[in-house]
């Protein structure tokens, strides 16, 4: 039998097999669950699982409000399981600059001048104390250049208005401002710097505002998960005390073991320290054993992530797998009866094909083209919706807040899912064909004319 014969018995059948309705809905299902929830389940579990990953999430600070952390309670912190690290922190924590200039060789960039003085520019300043690291995707890391640079977002947001977190943010490619100076000063005309006393945590000593330059050598890949924003900038820990101490050395502040900033500056017990834990599971079991030994601890992580995420990547993953499994379950009970019930209705046209001549392989291959021709559309308009879903949610969520880029599906994981859905297509009919040629092989040519 030649192809276009063995096409036309296949979609006149198909066009008179009522059944063929319920196989392509139970198909498109199928590949709308596999491609369009499962390519969001993995965008989201990735972005938790970066943010659980990164060392801000799982770092938490400890301060001598209790009871100084001297060198016996650093040793018993070190000592809870769970916990990599104990380090002083040093520099700068969340210190907001306004931002007063973005130039280069060339001098100032007009266009940048131009939106800082419309909206006003602020950055948030961090230094990374001790053995902290923050990758870059370009550029340079603070470990290749230390002293007055930084690194930004890849998606850099350096103003002061509110658009960031209402949506349609023309953000600026960090990757493009490498290279360029950032010149900023302390906002509120201090720099503000926090110190532990006798029994009081947190003191807060104002000094003089300065400026400072800072050169953008390389670009991080913010995570959007986390509470950390787009005006987000980092420092070396070098960098932030020299900051630091350029501003003490213009305040004319005294101090010296007998007062409390000298104790402070010169007690090492009086400090604050970062503590890092192995994994973000384990930060409630370090925090509990904190408290247990009398230590003053913060209650979350140097990086938040919002609850309602986690709520939302667990809501995902499980309607991922169950929705998955209940589609694939449904369109082999589908195609199944379809074949079974095609071979029982048809009893009699197969003996007739038979009885003129038509041999089995040809008719299996008339059947099987029929339930193929059926999966490939409903394929196709499942990936079509799904393709076109997802492109509007990438588009809407790509230039919207910047915590919204956890939606963001990446095209070659939808890629990936849309392959799986396309080989279910194929390889679940050809099973449920192969499962009946036994029955096929069984019809006569005597029962055209006994059709019941």
Known sequence: MKIKNVRFLANANIKGNKKSSSVLISMVILVICLTLISSFSLAITNGVNEYKSDSSARTFTISPYYRPLDEEAINEVLEIEHVESVEMLQGMREEMFDVLTISDKNGTDEELQKQIDEKGGTVEAWSLNGSRKKSVVAGKTLDESPEFSCIVPDRFYPFDDEYEFAGDVDYLDGESLIGKTLTVKPTFDHYETFYNTDGVLHEILYLPALEYKLKIVGVYREIPTSDGYPNSVFVSEETGRLIEQMAFDASGVEYSPDNDIGKWLYDSSMRDYYVLVDDYDNLDYVMNKLTELNIFHDFDSEYHMKPAIFTISAIFSAASIFLTIAAVILSIINIMQSSVNSLL????????????????????????????????????????????????????????????????????????????????????????????????????????????
């Open 345 to 452: 209705d048809r009893k009699g046209e197969i003996g007739l094909l038979k009885s003129i001549g038509y041999k089995d392989k040809q008719i299996f291959f008339t059947l099987y083209y029929e339930q193929i021709a059926v999966t490939l559309r409903a394929f196709l308009i499942g990936a079509g919706i799904s393709a076109i879903i997802t492109a509007v949610v990438n588009f809407i969520n790509t230039y919207r807040s910047y915590d919204s880029r956890i939606y963001v599906v990446n095209w070659f994981d939808f890629l990936i899912f849309l392959a799986i859905s396309l080989a279910i297509a194929i390889i679940v009919p050809t099973i449920c064909q192969v499962i009946t040629l036994k029955k096929l092989n069984k019809i006569q040519p005597k029962d055209a004319m006994n059709e019941t």
